[in-house]
């Protein structure tokens, strides 16, 4: 079982649970899982791992390596996004080794302590024990080293541009790395500085490979630092690190989060933060392995997106932009892929973590004012990676769910954008082929834009979000109407020959030949039997479109979009009786007057169905509101509303449902079964009216009795006469007639 903690044991620590290495037996070649032990605070600005692989390598730390080259901080969301600027601290013994494949020391896992907060491992090459816990933006590390005169620690500024620089009087190391993947602005760097409690005994630093003995500042492709003394037996030397997008003078202020606590009191900090945020959801039940993978689990899932800004001298909350390359005021929170998240990610922060999720929607925003888009995959900026416009999803889902931000305007204006225009340079952003989907109603498959079907769903998906919000926000009815229609447009890449989602031409064509087994080309990593149940709005929609539900013996029973109308009029003395009964859009209309029986029947075409469904349909027009309630009780998906009476609202929507009649007509009597959704609007009703009409040579009481049929198990179904065969075929423009 499962529950929201909402006074926490002071016994319960989930972070004990918490087991970093799950999911770090993978490679590029053997690519499962796919993680590395992040060691940070949630959501923590940098985070901190060991690593094993190459500079460079996605695949930073594989649970099966058996050298460390390193500790480096990360940002790294994903091994096919990869990392940006990164750099990395190392100690060594004997010679001031710079090369990362010669420094690397021998591990073992026996000799590791991995934790959310915390890591612990002996590097055997140099029999040293190195020690690190984080907060935000920083970190604190301990190094216990042998009894050696040769006692050294690198500090790695990684290629493609670095810059470092040793302040021998202050016991400091200064530098940048801009190492980076993409999604960076042109002035992209990361500052670093890292002090030291032992005075410096020696100094060097590595240009491109080189080691210059004595010189104390480089900047070129690829620069780093040797420091070194001699050191007792388990003597311990500590490192204080801290990091900044901004300025050196922003990492000094952000190295004060540290103050003056010692390993085991930043260790501590940490591990109450997570306890904090695990605690969050109380587990029981479970075994011990179910116990760790959850609370593993739910550890990976409070990581991204990760903090981006910074606190300045004043306070303020401020961040550097890598959309314009400015320093901004605000929220920024970076690495996350909404294609991978929309769907359960951030409905879950909705529900646990809302004051956290409300500071992500508000970097979101402020993501847009900077660069005209919000962000669908970002790590730090724009990426090109996966396909929809779920950014969408994820500000209305958080918006309905009470998680507001402020510039409301905004961010509406922001989801618009979205909807029409693609980013120049990172197609990733916004909505590629929008031009087609905006007019034909789906990304044909023959226009050379990849994805195309699946492009089309979530497009649809995405467009009934913002039609939800459109209506929270009361929008204008005609922009509420345009992405009510668009959220249906999944229905144009249905093919109802093979009952799957398939590619569709510009001419409207299917694409030919189609496999639904093969992987990608119009779907995004997966086939059509993946993306055919992508349409999370409509699940009843898609019911209907591949044929209804089928009851126990396998036959088809109707939805609500089946109708069923029983008519008695009662005219100086004589009674008509007529019905009309509507199953897959198949019309049977009885009547019976004098003791004559006509029964008749008509097959409806799609366009003919929809304006007969349109004039006489209840649930597209009577709500709640319309009835007096003088019962009511839930049933699954909505409620069970029994009515006496009928307000006035009520009645005259009734009374257009019936056409010419209701112009003259006066409604006397009403009784009705509602079942209407958690929305409040109409669902399905049996409803019994009787009208008395005036302006007629005679007295006439027409008696109406209204059968929608819907989706509930506990109700009736609407369904063909038994007698079926019986009916005489007409055409229906004949029957109307």
């Keep these: 079982s499962v529950a929201i903690a909402v006074a926490q044991k002071s016994d319960f620590s989930p972070v004990d649970y918490v087991n970093p290495l799950i999911g770090t037996q993978s490679t590029f070649d053997f690519s499962t899982g796919n993680t590395y032990p992040a060691i940070a605070r949630p959501w ?75 890591y612990k ?26 009894e050696s005169k040769d006692s050294y620690i690198v500090v790695d500024a990684f290629d493609k541009g670095s810059y470092i620089k040793i302040d021998k009087a202050n016991n400091r190391i200064i530098g940048y790395t801009t190492r980076n993947s993409g999604g960076v602005a042109d002035n992209f760097k990361n500052y670093f500085v890292v002090e030291f409690d032992k005075p410096f005994e020696y100094v060097s630093t590595f240009v491109n490979g080189k080691l210059k003995k004595d010189a104390t500042e480089q900047q070129e492709n690829h620069v780093g630092a040797v420091i070194g003394f001699a050191t007792k037996q388990g003597e311990q030397v500590n490192a204080r690190v801290a990091s900044s997008f901004i300025s050196h003078e922003q990492a000094a202020i952000n190295l004060k989060e540290l103050g003056d606590d010692s390993l085991e009191e930043v260790t501590e900090k940490g591990r109450k933060a997570w306890n904090d945020v695990l605690g969050r959801i109380e587990v029981s039940g479970g075994n011990l392995d179910q116990m760790r993978m959850f609370y593993s689990s739910l550890y990976r899932a409070t990581l991204f997106p990760l903090k981006h800004h910074e606190i300045d001298a004043e306070g303020n909350i401020v961040h550097y932009s890598h959309h314009n390359g400015k320093v901004e005021k605000g929220y920024f929170y970076t690495g996350t892929g909404f294609w991978d998240t929309f769907r359960s990610l951030f409905p879950l922060l909705n529900l646990l973590y809302p004051e956290e999720n409300q500071k992500m929607q508000e970097g979101f925003v402020n993501v847009y004012k900077e660069s005209g888009f919000f962000p669908e995959w970002s790590s730090p900026g724009h990426r090109g990676c996966m396909i929809g416009n779920n950014s969408a999803s994820v500000l209305a889902d958080a918006y309905l769910k009470g998680v507001k931000v402020d510039d409301v305007e905004t961010m509406f204006e922001g989801i618009l954008n979205g909807t029409k225009n693609v980013h120049p340079k990172v197609s990733s952003s916004g909505r590629l082929g929008h031009e087609y989907y905006n007019t034909l109603g789906y990304v044909p498959y023959d226009v050379k834009i990849n994805e195309n079907t699946a492009r089309t769903l979530e497009y649809a998906y995405d467009d009934w979000c913002i039609y939800r919000l459109a209506k929270e926000l009361k929008r204008p009815q005609e922009e509420i109407d345009l992405f009510a229609k668009r959220a249906m447009n999944y229905r144009n890449v249905f093919d109802k020959e093979t009952n799957l989602m398939r590619g569709r031409n510009k001419d409207g064509e299917f694409q030919k030949p ?224």
């Design 121 to 146: 491992v002996y590097l055997a090459e140099y029999d040293v024990v190195t020690e690190f816990s984080p907060t935000d933006r920083a970190a604190i590390f301990r190094f216990t080293f042998p």
């Design 514 to 737: 189609f496999s639904p087994l093969k992987w990608g080309d119009a779907f995004t990593e997966g086939n059509s039997w993946h993306y055919t149940w992508s349409v999370f709005h409509d699940p009843q929609g898609l019911i209907d479109l591949m044929g209804g539900e089928k009851d126990e013996d396998g036959d088809r029973y109707g939805t609500f979009d089946n109708i069923s109308m029983e008519m008695s009029t009662k005219i100086s003395g004589y009674t008509a009786n007529a019905s009309i009964i509507i199953v897959d859009k198949v019309l049977y209309y009885e009547l019976s007057l004098a003791g004559q029986i006509a029964k008749v029947k008509a097959t409806m075409s799609d366009e003919q169905y929809d304006e007969f469904m349109g004039n006489n349909k209840v649930n597209a027009t009577v709500e709640l509101d319309d009835f007096e309630v003088i019962n009511l009780s839930n049933v699954s998906g909505g409620k069970r509303i029994y009515c006496s009476k009928i307000k006035d609202s009520g009645k005259e929507k009734i009374e257009e449902m019936i056409g010419d009649v209701g112009k003259n007509a006066t409604l006397t009597e009403v009784s009705c079964t509602m079942i209407v959704n958690d929305d409040g609007k109409y669902k399905s009703a049996n409803m019994l009216c009787t009208y008395s009409i005036t302006g007629l040579d005679q007295e006439c009481t027409i008696t109406i009795k209204i059968v929608t049929d819907f989706s509930y198990e506990d109700v009736s179904k609407v369904t063909a006469p038994a007698d079926a065969q019986k009916y005489q075929t007409v055409d229906y423009d004949d029957l109307v007639g």
């Design 44 to 118: 923590g600005m940098n985070f901190w791992t060991p690593q094993t692989g190459k500079m460079g390598n996605g695949w930073t730390y594989s649970y099966t390596e058996k050298k460390i080259c390193g500790f480096k901080q990360t940002h790294q969301p994903s091994p096919w996004i990869n990392d940006y600027g990164q750099f990395s601290i190392m100690p060594v013994v004997g010679a001031p080794e710079f090369d990362a494949e010669k420094r690397a020391s021998w591990f073992g896992h026996k000799g590791e302590v991995v934790k959310a907060y915390y």
